[in-house]
């Protein structure tokens, strides 16, 4: 996997955020931050999404406001778990996988099915950071939930 493989698969398996909704590629960078390489590919319309890829096996697509630093992508919501909590469905985790550019392939294709059908919704949703204001605090209560949910995780109450 190198960097224009990733601006490829954006490009791809992404088509209708180019062709309808008027994205354009606006950040590219490659680096490292670890050991392991790191490339990340942004586009930009009334929002921006962020295609990222960390050698040897993460590979994950994130949303932000128009107005999101690029530099901070790791505060950004994660495109899959917004669909989850679009769709009041469990929360899915990513199944484990082999590293490389058929496994992003893979995973990015899925996604880009899913989150077609949402993109509308999700335009909205990341209008502004008003609009994000009005929904964070309970996608992030949704994901806790669902992560204590699913791992048989309770709440303490602390005045016991």
């Known amino acids: 996997m ?3 493989d990733l601006v490829s698969l954006a490009q791809t398996l992404f088509p209708y955020l180019f062709e309808r909704y008027g994205f354009k590629l606006v950040h ?3 680096g490292s931050k670890t050991q392991y390489r790191r490339y990340e590919v942004g ?9 990222l890829y960390e050698d040897p096996s993460v590979a994950a697509v994130v949303l932000g406001t128009k107005q ?3 530099d901070k992508v790791g505060e950004w919501v994660d495109a899959r778990r ?4 679009i769709q009041k469905g469990p929360l899915r985790w990513k199944p484990p996988h082999e590293a490389g550019v058929d496994y992003v392939r893979a995973s990015f294709s ?3 099915m899913e989150l077609e059908p949402s993109m509308p ?4 949703m990341f209008r502004s950071a008003e609009n994000v204001a009005d929904w964070r605090s309970g996608f992030d209560d949704y994901v806790s939930a669902e992560i204590a949910r699913q791992y048989g995780l309770q709440k ?3 005045s016991q």
Do not use: G
């Open 121 to 124: 919704k999700v335009l909205e």
């Open 43 to 51: 586009v930009q319309s009334s929002m921006r999404i962020a295609f």
């Open 28 to 30: 590219s960078r490659e």
């Open 110 to 112: 899925t996604l880009a």
């Open 2 to 4: 190198v960097l224009s």
């Open 82 to 85: 917004l669909l989850d909590y």
């Open 68 to 70: 999101d630093d690029f």
């Open 156 to 158: 303490h109450n602390s």
